[in-house]
């Protein structure tokens, strides 16, 4: 089945530094990708839309200069948390929709990348 | 506008059944279904498409009402492994962005 690659699985970083999260679709080629943060307890919420060779779409209320995100192959779409704060410190979980299936809209997750910003 | 469910929590004796519910202030285009285990991603269960229909996985199964814009996951004889927080996905248009559903965090005791 699909896979989906999500690197780090964890990271610890200091108040102002930037963090860069990837995500790779590994057995498929993914023309749409969606990065979502989720806090403890809570629903998952989609920040941005990643497409392939254009700009992400972002979501209500997330700032595009603070998240940036890259898609620039079929397979990669990085996020990156820039000037990282504690409020930063989330769950950022990417997904994928398979080129090829993608008429049933299934999304294929990464296992999460957990963010803690001291 | 993200889907409300209902119940918020519920906790079940192993081998009982539960209804957890999902409701949408927008027509609906799909209805995903997923359980997320605690520090894990989401693991995919059904997807169900408008038309009304009805889909079953082993003992867990789901019906989508369009009219009602509504969804819900029926888990029959509940095993241990079934706990975990249950989230509905639904699509309303071709962008094909899931939103997510507020959540249904589910026990299964002995």
């Known amino acids: 089945g699909a896979v989906v690659s999500q690197h780090p699985s964890w990271v610890i970083c200091k108040s102002g530094t930037s963090v860069k999260i990837e995500c790779r679709s590994l057995?498929?080629?993914?023309?749409?990708m969606f990065w979502y943060r989720q806090f403890p307890k809570q629903s998952l919420m989609l920040m941005a839309t990643?497409?392939?060779?254009?700009?992400?779409?972002?979501e209500q209320g997330v700032e595009k200069d603070k998240f940036l995100i890259n898609h620039a192959s079929l397979t990669l779409s990085t996020l990156t948390v820039t000037s990282a704060h504690p409020e930063d410190s989330s769950f950022y979980i990417c997904?994928?929709?398979?080129?090829?299936?993608?008429?049933?809209?299934?999304?294929?997750f990464g296992a999460g990348s957990r963010l803690t910003v001291l | 506008q993200q889907p409300v469910q209902s119940p918020q929590a519920v906790i079940l004796r192993e081998g009982e059944d539960a209804v957890i519910n999902c409701s949408s202030s927008k027509a609906l285009y799909s209805v995903h279904w997923y359980r997320q285990k605690h520090g894990e991603a989401p693991v995919f269960l059904m997807i169900?498409?408008?038309?009304?229909e009805q889909k079953g996985h082993e003992k867990i199964s789901a019906s989508f009402n369009e009219k009602k814009q509504q969804s819900s996951l029926y888990l029959t004889a509940s095993q241990l492994s079934y706990s975990g927080t249950y989230f509905c996905?639904?699509?309303?248009?071709?962008?094909?962005?899931?939103?997510f559903g507020t959540g249904t965090r589910l026990q299964v005791t002995l």
């Open positions: 990643s497409n392939e060779g254009s700009k992400a779409t972002y």
């Open positions: 996905g639904t699509v309303t248009g071709t962008a094909s962005k899931l939103t």
């Open positions: 997904s994928a929709r398979d080129r090829v299936y993608s008429g049933a809209n299934v999304l294929t």
């Open positions: 057995d498929f080629q993914a023309t749409t």
């Open positions: 169900l498409l408008k038309g009304g």
